[in-house]
């Protein structure tokens, strides 16, 4: 298989493409640009595409020449930099999805897979969130989210895209960028397993969904393989763990001891945490492609003293 990877040189891009090189599928990433050195053990081993997602000729360039069988449309503004740029944001996150799920009809893309978010549902959903739930979003990160799930589906019900959608939480892994409200949750274990002290801005009861970004990846591909007539739906819910800031410090003071961890609340960090869902319900995404996480939170933990104590490879040091 070929598959074209949006935001390809991205942190969720670059694991995923280790994983289909691994299985012998040809991989080509599309991004906006890339820096000497940023694609590591992948150089030279995939086809790279630079382009820019909110330009339609751009994303026709890329499919017309590289002729993908599937499209991983990764490609985004991420939670905080849609916030502070939302027109950039609407224009990337939205006429982009546009951009690929109407450059994969034409040019007869058999399957797009697209990373959704905790972030398309609004404040004050059930605990855990069913799969079915409203999603009413406050900010345009999570409006881009739920317009490209809805235009998803439109496409692959009326106009021959077979469109899926995992809804991820966030995401932990070594090679994952510093921004955002649920930095706080890398933090808490990259600090301390790299010595270093760690002020946490949420408080201690704060709890969010976590995912190992290798079982992010493995959702990405379990949705992607299967068969069409098993699935009821176009997007799903999946999670690994959910703890709170002060169970997850537990974890990490239990393997590293001498973690020099505080809390000092930032309010505005706070209030966006808490809009966000505690836990997802993914008995859907078990139920019709057969998910699981394989990594909880001590495992996740084991991996980032791994990278501190020197291993390197995707899904160890990350590719960036
Ligand atoms: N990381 C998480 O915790 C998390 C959680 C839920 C959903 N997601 C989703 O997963 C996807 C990948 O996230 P990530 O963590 O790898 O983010 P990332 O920022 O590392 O990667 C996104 C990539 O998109 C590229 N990009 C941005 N604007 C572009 C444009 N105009 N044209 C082409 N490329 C452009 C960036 O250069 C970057 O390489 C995103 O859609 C994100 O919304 C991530």
């Avoid at 890339?34 to 030279?44: D, K, S, T, V």
């Avoid at 692959?156 to 510093?178: E, M, Q, T, W």
């Avoid at 760690?198 to 393989?225: G, K, M, N, S």
């Amino acid at each position: 298989m070929k598959a074209l990877i949006t935001g390809g040189g991205g942190f969720i891009g670059q694991h995923l493409a280790s994983e289909l090189l691994a299985r012998g599928d040809q991989v080509v990433l599309m991004d906006i640009g890339f820096h000497p050195g940023q694609l590591g053990p992948l150089e030279g081993r995939v086809a790279t595409a630079v382009g820019n997602l909110a330009l339609f000729t751009d994303v026709l360039d890329a499919v017309r020449s590289h002729r993908p069988d599937s499209i991983f449309h990764l490609g985004a503004l991420l939670s905080a930099s849609a916030e502070e740029n939302p027109i950039g944001a609407y224009h990337v996150n939205i006429d982009g999805s546009f951009h690929v799920l109407e450059a994969s009809r034409m040019f007869g893309v058999k399957k797009v897979v697209y990373t959704s978010s905790i972030a398309s549902f609004g404040p004050g959903v059930p605990d855990p969130v069913p799969n079915e739930c409203d999603q009413k979003p406050t900010t345009m990160y999570g409006v881009s989210k739920v317009f490209t799930e809805r235009l998803g589906e439109y496409y692959s019900r009326d106009l021959g895209v077979d469109f899926r959608a995992v809804r991820l939480p966030s995401i932990l892994g070594a090679g994952r960028g510093g921004g955002g409200a649920s930095a706080y949750s890398t933090f808490l274990i990259d600090k301390p397993a790299r010595g270093q002290p760690f002020e946490c801005f949420c408080e201690p009861r704060t709890r969010i969904p976590l995912l190992y970004v290798d079982d992010a990846v493995r959702a990405l591909r379990l949705v992607h393989d299967a068969p069409r007539a098993g699935l009821k739906r176009c997007a799903y819910n999946v999670q690994g763990f959910s703890p709170t800031a002060q169970q997850m410090l537990d974890a990490v003071k239990a393997k590293v001891p001498r973690a020099e961890v505080t809390f000092k609340t930032d309010p505005k960090m706070q209030a966006i945490l808490d809009s966000w869902p505690r836990s997802l319900d993914d008995s859907a995404a078990r139920e019709e492609w057969g998910w699981s996480p394989t990594v909880d939170l001590n495992g996740t933990i084991d991996r980032y003293l791994a990278v501190a104590r020197g291993a390197t490879g995707p899904g160890a040091a990350g590719g960036r």
